[in-house]
C-alpha cells in the first residue's frame, strides 16, 4: 500500500467491484456510493475514525479535529464551528488577496515563464493559513514549516504503513521538525497570552475566547497548538493540490481555458473579486469541483466498524477497518459518464442532480465532513481567477503529474506549467 496507494486502489475496484478486502492491510476498500451513504450518514453511529489510525497519523496533523474521536471530538468540533462559518470566513476575503499579491510580485520578479504549479499553490496556500490563523505575516517562518510539515508527514506515512522501517534517523528527524513547529506556534500562543489587550481578526483569537460548554473554560495551549497543526496541514496543502491540478487540467483543455477566461472577462474584467462575486462565477466553481473530482486531495478516509454490521449480503465483524475510497468513486465508471474527461459542466444544475449524491465526496459527508470546506473553496476559487485574470496557462511538454497519495494526493515531482501574461 506504502508503494503506490492509488495504482494498488484503481486495480482492486476495477477488478472485484466496489467492495474489495485487500489483505494487505487487512482492511476493505469502498467504492459503494449507497455503502458510503449508510457509512457515512444513516447508520452513521455504526462508524469512526479508527483510533488506532488516528494514533499514528496524529504527530504529524496534531492531536485536534481531525484527529480526536467519540466525545473528545465532539466537544472539540463544537468549540470550532463558530470560526470557520461563512460570515466568518468573509473576514480573510482580504487575505486570500494581499497574499495572491505578493506572489504575483515574486512572479514578476522573475524572467521565466515555467514555474513549478504545485510548490507555488503550496506556497501560496501556507502563507493564506499563516495569515488567516495569526494575521501576522511569519513569512519568514514560512519555509521552516514547510520543510518541517514534509518530514512530519512522512513520518506518519511510515507509522501508518512501515513501521518496522523507522530508522533512528527518521526518527530523529521527526524530533527535530516538531520541535522547530512547535517552537513557533507556542511562542505565538504565548505573546498572546502576555498581551491580551491586543485585539486580532483571526482564526487563533477565535479560538483563544471560545469556552466549552461544559466547563465555561477555554482551550489549554497544548489543545491549541493541536488545533494549529491540523489547521497547519489539513487547510494548506488540500487546497493547494486542489488548485494546482485545476491550473494543469486548465493548461490541458485550451477550450476550458477558454471559456474561463470569458466568463472572467465578462462578469469581472480586471476588478478583484469578491467573495460575493464567487456566487455568480458558476464555470470557476464547476472548475473546481471538477479538478477535486478528477484529483481529490482527500484520496481516501478511514473508518472502523464498531459492531458488527450488514450491508447488502456483506456481514463487517466489529473492528473491521474501511479505506472510502474517493479516489476510485470520483472516476468510477458506474457513477460518471467518461469519468476520465475534464468536464466541468459535468456539475451545470441539471446535470449534477443525476449523479448519486455520495458519487462525490471531495470535502466527506456527515458530522465529520471538512470544517473548512467554505474557507477552501473560497481561496481556491480566488486564487483561480486572479490567475485566469492575469495568465494564460500551456502545459509543458512531458511535465504530466507523477501522482504521489501521502495523506493528501500531490504530484511529487511538482507540475510545471507555462504562465503566459495575458494584455
Ligand atoms: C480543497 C481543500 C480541502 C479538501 C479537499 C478537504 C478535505 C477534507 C475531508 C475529505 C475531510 C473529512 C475527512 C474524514 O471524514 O475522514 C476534511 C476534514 C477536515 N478539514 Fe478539510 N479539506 C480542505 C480544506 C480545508 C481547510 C482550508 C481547512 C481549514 C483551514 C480544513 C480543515 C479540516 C479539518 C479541521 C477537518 C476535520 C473535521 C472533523 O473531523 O471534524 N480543510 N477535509
Known amino acids: 500500500m506504502l508503494k503506490d496507494p492509488l495504482g494498488l486502489t484503481t486495480r482492486a475496484l476495477e477488478k472485484y467491484g466496489n467492495i474489495v478486502y485487500l489483505p494487505g492491510i487487512d482492511g476493505y476498500l469502498i467504492a459503494d456510493a449507497d455503502f458510503i451513504e449508510s457509512m457515512l450518514i444513516g447508520d452513521e453511529r455504526f462508524f469512526s475514525k479508527s483510533a488506532e489510525t488516528m494514533e499514528k497519523i496524529s504527530p504529524a496533523i496534531g492531536n485536534g479535529l ?32 494581499e497574499c495572491i499579491n505578493e506572489m504575483f510580485e515574486e512572479w514578476d520578479a522573475r524572467s521565466e515563464g515555467v514555474l513549478d504549479a504545485t510548490q507555488e499553490m503550496k506556497k501560496l496556500t501556507l502563507r493564506i493559513v499563516i495569515k488567516c490563523l495569526f494575521s501576522t505575516d511569519i513569512q519568514r517562518f514560512t519555509s521552516d514549516v514547510t520543510a518541517a510539515l514534509e518530514v512530519l508527514q512522512e513520518y506518519s506515512l511510515l507509522k501508518l504503513w512501515s513501521p518496522a522501517s523507522i530508522s533512528a534517523d527518521d526518527q530523529q528527524a521527526y524530533e527535530n521538525a516538531k520541535k ?79 471559456k474561463l477566461h470569458a466568463q472572467v472577462e465578462a462578469e469581472l474584467g480586471d476588478a478583484i473579486c469578491t467573495l460575493e462575486d464567487l456566487k455568480r462565477l458558476d464555470y470557476t466553481d464547476w472548475v473546481f469541483k471538477e479538478s477535486l473530482r478528477l484529483y481529490p486531495s482527500s ?72 470544517i473548512g470546506i467554505h474557507l477552501a473553496e473560497a481561496e481556491g476559487k480566488t486564487i483561480l481567477l486572479r490567475i485566469a485574470q492575469r495568465y494564460e496557462l500551456r502545459a509543458v511538454d512531458g511535465n504530466e503529474p507523477t501522482l504521489k497519495a501521502r495523506l493528501f494526493m500531490t504530484s511529487e515531482p511538482g507540475v510545471c506549467l507555462e504562465f503566459i501574461k495575458r494584455n
Open 299 to 370: 484520496w481516501g478516509m478511514s473508518r472502523v466498524v464498531l459492531e458488527d454490521y450488514q450491508y447488502k449480503n456483506y456481514l463487517f465483524p466489529k473492528g473491521a477497518d474501511f479505506i472510502v475510497a474517493q479516489w476510485g468513486l470520483h472516476r468510477s465508471p458506474q457513477y460518471w459518464q467518461e469519468p476520465l474527461k475534464f468536464d466541468p459542466e459535468r456539475f451545470a444544475p441539471e446535470r449534477i442532480k443525476q449523479v448519486h449524491k455520495y458519487a462525490y465526496l471531495p470535502f466527506g459527508a456527515g458530522a465529520r465532513k471538512c
Open 66 to 97: 481531525s484527529t480526536l474521536i467519540g466525545d473528545e471530538w465532539k466537544r472539540q468540533r463544537k468549540i470550532a464551528n463558530p470560526s470557520f462559518s461563512k460570515r466568518s470566513v468573509d473576514a480573510f476575503g482580504n487575505v486570500f488577496h
Open 180 to 258: 522547530k513547529i512547535d517552537t513557533i506556534i507556542y511562542r505565538i500562543i504565548h505573546d498572546r497570552r502576555q498581551n491580551q489587550e491586543l485585539q486580532h481578526n483571526d482564526l487563533l483569537s477565535m479560538y483563544m475566547s471560545a469556552v466549552y460548554e461544559d466547563t465555561g473554560e477555554g482551550m489549554t495551549d497544548i489543545q491549541l497548538r493541536h488545533e494549529v497543526m491540523n489547521l497547519f496541514l489539513a487547510g494548506h496543502e488540500t487546497t493547494a493540490n486542489g488548485v494546482a491540478f485545476a491550473l494543469y487540467l486548465l493548461a490541458k483543455n485550451p477550450r476550458e481555458q477558454q
